[in-house]
């Protein structure tokens, strides 16, 4: 947890926590254990029904793991070169932040999700890591103007949240699935489709507080084998409308936008 040093703010009453004391605790009494994986929880109630569950986590593990998202961990480490403290909001299993901590040697983060066995996974994903439950739509248990930058990989956006958190000129980097993303997964597989107007819905949520400074489309090929094919669609919200139960090998493409956002004010 010493990641999160001057980080993490009391979910009670906003106080700072201190992360060096077992348990976490704020300087008016609330305190907040650790547990045995090292990851600590600040939501302070039960997940939601649609948090991540562990057969998700795993599936979303082995997808990462297999180099799927490399082109997208490379292009968020080039938009994210000089951040020093970096949340990634709706994390998961830790691997973005951590190959971004990779690529920057002096930097430290927060991943912060709803999903305990997430947090839990996150929590051994990198030494300069610090794994948080708490839900993304609500307040985060983050203290304000202390981030360089904020990440949002395929999760929710808190814009208000995320602006807070972030200090003066920090950057928000928000990654969205373009409609050409495993479109042949879906198209199989009748998965959930891409509203055709998220694009615009992004833009007008980010419009009140952030200046858009650039976009950049990821393109990677993807030769997907069954097993990778079976946990693409395990690792999504499509597992829990019912996944196939068997599934053959697939040319796709991963194919995202990289967005760029500047605080504004």
Known sequence: MDAARGLLACPVCAAPLDVAARPVRCPAGHSFDVARQRYVNLAGAAPPANADTAPMVDARARVLDSGAFDAVDAALARRLRGSRVVLDAGGGTGHHLARLLDAAPDARGVNLDVSVPAARRAARAHGRLASVVADTWGTLPLLSRRFDAVLCVFAPRNMAEFARVLGDGGLLVVVTPDPEHLASVRER????????????????AASARFTPVARERVRAPLAASPALVADLIGMGPNAFHGAPTTVDALDTEVAVSVWLFRRAG
């Open 189 to 204: 597989y009748g998965l959930l489709g891409i509203e055709p107007d998220k694009d615009d819905r992004l833009l007008r």
